[in-house]
């Protein structure tokens, strides 16, 4: 017998190492896998059905099986434990057998026992799952959140109205025009139509509202609430939204970057408004001799805007600095901030 170099016994050793490892790794292609659906038993044979019997015939299985091992009539040797752990294999199995895409998989399972990992994933995927429609649950939170959305808008619009009728200024306007209209005449009419002091009050107070209402634009957090604002609408109307943003943008590349045309009113005040980083809503609720002031200043070019911006951080530390209570807020940091220890007796 010819003796065996050095390198065929490492050889032989490494040979051997690799057969154990992969025995310690590979998985045996078993086609019941403990833990999953009905363990090491088939389902079908738990329910006494072939893999070809249709949904009636396990309902009629299971429904048999049930009342035999149901833990209030079971009166088998094994004990009542063991009949439930029975009843509860048949439950399981029903339910394996009862869904077309668990039956699927489960079958997939029995005739592809190699893909073990496959099976585990298929399995928990089934079980952990939302029991309802992930899409139904978004739409109804989207819905919630604009119902909720639209009622906090039409608050705050209400509050701004109620507000706007206590300002002299605009209630004096108000008045004017509707004793210009007539409005006012109407409510104190004389003879059987006559109506208490009370009454007539409450209808001025209501023309007053609605002349409030309808001449004053109100802007900003307490606009007039706009039902394509609300979040619904947004998304379902958001590829108009980004088709007319592209649109737009292609058309100002074009026109002011290529062309080199000139900014018109409208895009000089779009320009301001990115450069103070303001929403169109803020941007809008700015007093109109304000906007004005920014278009004499040019604020649209960079420079400018940078010159104005520093003016108006300047003027701020000045506000501040004459402020009493911001000076009595800067004595109370210097002499008992929260920084400073004292030793006060009691």
């Known amino acids: 017998m010819a ?28 086609a019941l896998i403990e833990g999953l659906y009905c363990g090491s038993q088939s389902c079908y044979d738990v329910l006494g059905v072939g893999r070809d019997a249709a949904k009636a015939e396990i309902g009629r299985a299971y429904r048999q099986l049930a009342r035999k091992y149901h833990p209030d009539r079971y009166q088998g040797e094994e004990g009542a434990e063991a009949g439930q752990q029975k009843f509860l294999l048949i439950a399981t199995a029903y339910e394996t057998l009862k869904d077309e895409d668990a039956r699927r998989d489960y079958d997939y399972m029995l005739d592809h026992p190699e893909e073990y ?35 906090s808008w039409w608050s705050s619009y209400s509050e701004a109205i109620n507000y706007l009728t206590t300002v002299p200024k605009y209630r004096i306007q108000a008045t004017e025009l ?73 058309s100002w590349i074009y026109r002011f970057t290529v062309r080199g045309e000139e900014y018109g009113e409208e895009e000089k005040l779009y320009i301001i408004r990115k450069n103070m980083k303001m929403s169109q809503a803020q941007f809008d609720s700015l007093d109109d001799h304000l906007r004005q002031t920014f278009l004499e200043r040019q604020l649209w070019i960079k420079e400018n805007y940078e010159v104005y911006k520093q003016e108006q951080e300047e003027e701020m530390k000045m506000k501040m600095a004459m402020d009493p209570r911001w000076k009595r807020y800067r004595r109370w940091m210097k002499s008992e901030g929260p920084g400073r220890i004292t030793f006060i007796d009691d």
């Open 178 to 250: 509707a004793k210009q209209q007539g409005l006012l005449n109407r409510t104190k009419e004389k003879g059987k139509n006559r109506r208490s002091k009370e009454e007539i009050r409450e209808e001025e107070e209501e023309i007053i509202r609605d002349i409030i209402k309808n001449k004053i634009d109100i802007k900003g957090g307490y606009q007039k609430p706009n039902i394509s604002d609300i979040l619904l609408f947004k998304i379902i109307l958001f590829p108009y939204y980004m088709c007319t943003y592209v649109a737009w943008y292609c």
């Open 117 to 151: 990992y496959s099976h585990y994933y298929t399995y928990y995927r089934r079980r952990l799952a939302p029991k309802v429609d992930v899409r139904i649950v978004i739409l109804v939170t989207v819905c919630a959140i604009s119902i909720f959305q639209y009622y």
């Open 3 to 30: 003796a065996r170099g050095p390198g065929s016994v490492r050889a032989g050793a490494l040979g051997a190492l690799l057969l154990v490892v992969l025995g310690v790794w590979v998985v045996p292609a078993a």
